[in-house]
């Protein structure tokens, strides 16, 4: 179990140390399954490269249960070329940027690329599930999409959302993707909290010589990591969770807690954050 620094110590930690509490690094090895299980709601993070060899989610033993999804939901992006996702016998094909919502339940998962020099790369998101919803292909041509920010402020942006209150039915799970449009470099600014939901970001389309700047902590003690390509800024109820990159990018935003209501936030003002 991954536990994260509290807000008074954070305030403290070096930088090796805040990147151990907030990061989450090395999910995408080729040829293997890699499961994070972390104290956010309980959340699991992880990442599937199948190559020649479909790959077997099993359940980890901090589970306590017989298979992966026997209390828990499931979203899955593909991140990386096609590939197929295949729950209780039946395969899902997933394109890029494709997310699949596997509902509580589902005994077998397996996970296959359509070519293995050019692999999928499916990022997954698993929250407890108090309910079971049907598994649902959400394609990224069907996903509900908007633009905010703009070209002046650095932050103009394409948020789709998949599995969300209007969308692809979940339990708790909140899922979407941001994508940076070119000139603009900064997410989620002016910057907010979630008092009642927890928060993970998966950065990813950023170039090897890339990185982006991401803020955590509480809005007058903030501290910052430097995240590069496929790797997670975790955010628990009290930090903000705002990003600057040296290019634009592409961001996994999923959320799991009290409620689905993509709105309940609190928004900081510019003039508070320090």
């Given at each position: 179990?991954?536990?994260?620094?509290?807000?008074?110590?954070?305030?403290?930690?070096?930088?090796?140390?805040l990147?151990?509490?907030?990061?989450?690094?090395?999910?995408?090895?080729?040829?293997?399954?890699?499961?994070?299980?972390?104290?956010?709601?309980?959340?699991?993070?992880?990442?599937?490269?199948?190559?020649?060899t479909?790959?077997?989610?099993?359940?980890?033993?901090?589970?306590?249960?017989?298979?992966?999804?026997?209390?828990?939901?499931?979203?899955?992006?593909?991140?990386?070329?096609?590939?197929s996702?295949?729950?209780d016998?039946k395969?899902?094909h997933?394109?890029?940027?494709?997310?699949?919502?596997?509902?509580?339940g589902s005994?077998?998962?397996?996970?296959?690329?359509?070519?293995s020099?050019?692999?999928?790369r499916?990022?997954?998101?698993?929250?407890?599930?108090?309910?079971?919803?049907?598994?649902?292909?959400?394609?990224?041509?069907?996903?509900?999409?908007?633009?905010?920010?703009?070209?002046?402020?650095?932050?103009?942006?394409?948020?789709?959302?998949?599995?969300?209150?209007?969308?692809v039915?979940?339990?708790?799970?909140?899922?979407?993707?941001?994508?940076?449009?070119?000139g603009?470099?900064?997410?989620?600014?002016?910057?907010?909290?979630?008092?009642?939901?927890?928060?993970?970001?998966?950065?990813?389309?950023?170039?090897?010589?890339?990185?982006?700047?991401?803020?955590?902590?509480?809005?007058?003690?903030?501290?910052?990591?430097?995240?590069?390509?496929?790797?997670?800024?975790?955010?628990?109820?009290?930090?903000?969770?705002?990003?600057?990159?040296?290019?634009?990018?592409?961001?996994?935003?999923?959320?799991?807690?009290?409620?689905?209501?993509y709105?309940?936030?609190?928004?900081?003002?510019?003039?508070?954050?320090?």
């Amino acid at each position: 179990m991954h536990y994260l620094p509290d807000a008074e110590r954070t305030k403290r930690l070096t930088t090796d140390e805040l990147r151990s509490g907030f990061l989450v690094q090395d999910l995408f090895t080729p040829g293997t399954i890699a499961l994070r299980h972390i104290d956010l709601d309980r959340v699991v993070l992880g990442g599937a490269v199948p190559l020649g060899t479909p790959l077997k989610l099993e359940a980890p033993a901090s589970f306590k249960s017989a298979y992966f999804a026997e209390r828990r939901e499931l979203g899955v992006l593909n991140v990386g070329a096609g590939g197929s996702v295949t729950v209780d016998g039946k395969a899902i094909h997933l394109a890029a940027r494709d997310v699949l919502y596997v509902g509580r339940g589902s005994r077998e998962v397996t996970f296959a690329s359509d070519d293995s020099d050019n692999p999928a790369r499916f990022y997954l998101v698993s929250y407890p599930a108090h309910a079971a919803h049907p598994t649902t292909l959400a394609a990224r041509a069907t996903a509900e999409s908007s633009e905010l920010g703009s070209a002046e402020r650095a932050n103009q942006r394409c948020i789709a959302k998949y599995i969300h209150a209007a969308g692809v039915q979940s339990a708790q799970l909140v899922m979407g993707v941001t994508q940076l449009m070119p000139g603009s470099v900064w997410n989620t600014m002016p910057s907010h909290t979630h008092a009642r939901r927890t928060e993970v970001y998966l950065y990813f389309d950023l170039p090897s010589d890339a990185v982006v700047v991401h803020l955590v902590g509480e809005p007058s003690e903030t501290r910052h990591l430097i995240v590069r390509n496929e790797e997670v800024a975790l955010s628990p109820p009290w930090s903000v969770h705002s990003g600057c990159g040296t290019t634009n990018y592409a961001f996994c935003w999923a959320m799991g807690g009290e409620n689905q209501d993509y709105t309940d936030m609190q928004s900081v003002d510019m003039g508070d954050l320090r």
